[in-house]
């Protein structure tokens, strides 16, 4: 064998090796490939045997098995290939992305992930919400059922008692969607404290019908207070709340509330009525409003309706005022409703309004049925600016002065100056009135009349090296020449003779903590004869933050025990007296203490009125706030205390309220209790449950 034979015989055995290699790894490769994609299953265990007649696996100790996201650790496992059923035994544990399932024994199938689960505690993440029952089966990936189980949003093991249950038989629970069962308990650490043959909750935070937790309370004028309300989930824009307030000394009290939202309309109407025994009177209130869009025009209308001027002193108030004192307080209820068009150069518009005063003795508020209108919007014409407003107002009331009125009212305005910057105006107004029930007036009166304003302002401005100074001196005079005086309809009535100069004076300065600021303003009234000087007007106002602190809730520095000032008052020359005294003062006093404390003071009712305030989280579960309402007549007038405790899965909300009495009746104390458990919406079904075996049933 020559040389080259020799050379083409070892050529030929390493291609052989190397063709082996390749045939071999590429085998492995397949196969390694056919094992991961066709059946997608990792099983380790310290011993694991094949049965290849059956196909199955036998894992024993520390038992790991996952696939498709799911990870299931057991002390022992039969995995059959084929069907990918699983018989599962000892500490099994079951985890994918939304589910943690500790349990005794389970029979799962890993692909449609459903089985039989043996005294088992599910852990839903999303909501937090608990299921712990002795027979479960998971119907699907999100669906279980349970003979008996116990439902919850509280922390729980299998041993504890959680601070809330439902526990009923016939479980059956779809993740975020809902939760039903018959025989249910409520159950509070494991006691029973409330039965239902059938309830029902929605296992989502988001908006599902159902009843919402009631509020409970009792009231030295209304009696003991049973609130229920029920929320009907219409639609994904569309819903409704049905409110019941039961008074044991005044009577049963029922409301409606309606909401929708659309691309082109949006609205929310609530009515509500009251017989109420002791007064034998009947209280009703009407509220809505309604917004509509059809391309460039727009409209809307904002109702406010009660029957009796003294609804809202009698606190007959719907669940979303939440008790507020401004709603007793109020003095007018006013009603409205718009159709506005853009125009090139302008609006057109079409208004209804009235007026409700809540003020016994006072006479009615025109209303205007209806107003059209067109303003034109600011237009530079050279120098100058234009704009101007025009009505034609119906104006109706039933016994005092009404009728139909024009109003042109164009403005011209011209600025110059950059030193003294230097503003002015020139108003024409004409009226025209066609008079009904105006004795004491002409028919068909006009008026002719403009308004000349000017105003100065200029700005010395300073820095510092830790503060900057800024004075605002500003110098302002409005002319109105003396007119014929028409009856009063609003405010345009109003327009008459003046003749008033005003020189006020703006101080600032800015720390780097706080900054301070003043200002007075001392009006002249040529028309007052021998008294021109008006009363004087001071202002300050105070604010300061102690730096900053990173908030992670927000995302943002916020101030570090920040504090505000803020006051005004008016002083008479002539009388030598001071007409009013307005102040308010707040304060962080720590990270979550703070207080507020206002005053008020007027000459005309020589009356002295102060609030003070404080809310204040004591604890991570406690918080507190408290409001109280004096004035210097009638000593303490209104009064509030509440108290909000939270724990991981509920919350518990007690307020403590007195509200001043009159002449009429006596000073009313009140407390409210409310209840949230956390998880479930606020919401709850509870029916009467019929068989169908059952008489009334056939």
Not at 348 to 364: F, N, P, R, S, V
Not at 543 to 567: D, H, Q
């Amino acid at each position: 064998m020559n040389k080259w034979e020799v050379g083409n015989r070892k050529w030929e055995l390493k291609n052989r090796k190397l063709l082996f290699f390749i045939f071999f790894a590429s085998y492995f490769l397949l196969l390694t490939y056919y094992l991961s994609f066709a059946w997608a299953t990792t099983i380790t265990a310290d011993h694991m045997e094949h049965f290849p007649e059956e196909d199955k696996y036998v894992a024993i100790g520390n038992v790991r098995i996952e696939k498709d996201g799911v990870i299931i650790n057991a002390d022992r496992a039969v995995l059959y290939k084929k069907t990918s059923d699983t018989e599962l035994s000892g500490n099994v544990q079951y985890e994918d992305d939304d589910t943690f399932i500790n349990t005794e024994r389970a029979d799962l199938n890993l692909d449609s992930k459903t089985g039989k689960l043996y005294n088992a505690l599910i852990f839903f993440k999303k909501g937090n919400y608990w299921l712990n029952g002795e027979n479960m089966r998971k119907i699907k990936e999100d669906h279980y059922y349970a003979t008996v189980a116990t439902f919850t949003t509280c922390d729980s093991d299998e041993s504890s008692k959680p601070d809330w249950c439902f526990k009923g038989s016939d479980v059956d629970i779809v993740v975020g969607k809902k939760f039903t069962a018959r025989d249910v308990t409520y159950q509070i650490k494991g006691v029973p404290v409330l039965y239902s043959p059938y309830a029902w909750a929605p296992v989502k935070t988001e908006r599902e019908t159902g009843f919402l937790f009631p509020m409970i309370g009792n009231s030295s004028q209304k009696g003991f207070q049973f609130s229920p309300a029920f929320f009907w989930a219409i639609d994904d824009n569309k819903d409704a709340t049905f409110y019941l307030d039961y008074y044991t000394k005044r009577g049963v009290g029922k409301g409606l509330e309606y909401r929708y939202l659309d691309f082109d309309d949006r609205g929310k109407w609530y009515a509500y009525h009251l017989s109420d025994t002791k007064l034998k009177k009947d209280f009703v209130a009407f509220r809505g409003m309604h917004e509509h869009r059809i391309g460039d025009i727009e409209g809307f209308v904002d109702i406010n309706y009660v029957n009796r001027k003294d609804f809202y002193r009698e606190d007959f108030i719907s669940k979303e005022d939440i008790r507020r004192r401004d709603s007793r307080i109020q003095r007018f209820l006013q009603s409205t409703g718009e159709i506005s068009a853009p125009l090139p150069d302008g609006r057109l518009y079409l208004l209804g309004q009235q007026w409700i005063d809540l003020k016994e003795g006072h006479t009615a508020v025109p209303k205007r049925l209806p107003e059209l209108g067109y303003v034109v919007n600011p237009t530079n014409i050279g120098p100058l600016m234009f704009t101007m407003n025009s009505s034609v107002t119906n104006f109706y009331r039933q016994s005092e002065p009404r009728g139909q009125r024009l109003d042109i009212n164009p403005t011209v305005s011209y600025s110059f100056g950059e030193t003294v910057p230097i503003f002015q105006s020139l108003s024409l107004r004409e009226t025209a009135y066609n008079l009904e029930k105006a004795p004491s007036y002409k028919s068909s009166p006009h008026r002719e009349t403009f308004e000349y304003r000017a105003n100065a302002l200029t700005r010395f401005m300073k820095k510092y090296e830790s503060f900057s100074h800024i004075i605002e001196p500003s110098l302002s005079y409005t002319f109105i020449p003396k007119t014929y005086t028409p009856p009063t309809f609003d405010s345009i009535e109003l327009f008459n003779r003046t003749s008033v100069a005003q020189l006020a004076l703006h101080n600032s300065l800015s720390f780097k903590d706080f900054s301070l600021t003043a200002g007075i303003a001392q009006p002249l009234d040529f028309n007052a004869g021998d008294r021109p000087v008006s009363p004087t007007t001071l202002n300050a106002s105070l604010s300061s933050s102690f730096g900053t602190v990173y908030n992670p809730k927000t995302g943002r520095a916020e101030p570090v025990n920040p504090f505000s000032l803020n006051f005004d008052t008016s002083y008479n020359s002539n009388t030598g007296r001071v007409d009013t005294v307005n102040s308010s003062f707040n304060v962080k006093v720590m990270e979550k203490t703070s207080l507020s404390f206002g005053e008020r003071y007027s000459n005309a009712d020589e009356k002295y009125y102060s609030n003070f305030g404080i809310t204040s989280e004591i604890t991570k579960k406690i918080s507190v706030n408290a409001n109280f309402w004096h004035d210097s007549k009638m000593g303490l007038r209104d009064a509030s205390i509440g108290t909000v405790y939270s724990e991981q899965c509920w919350v518990l909300n007690l307020s403590l309220a007195r509200k001043a009495g009159d002449h009429t009746r006596p000073a009313e104390y009140s407390f409210m209790v409310f209840v949230e458990l956390k998880g479930i919406g606020q919401k709850i079904k509870l029916y009467q449950f019929q068989t169908e075996s059952s008489p009334s049933a056939k």
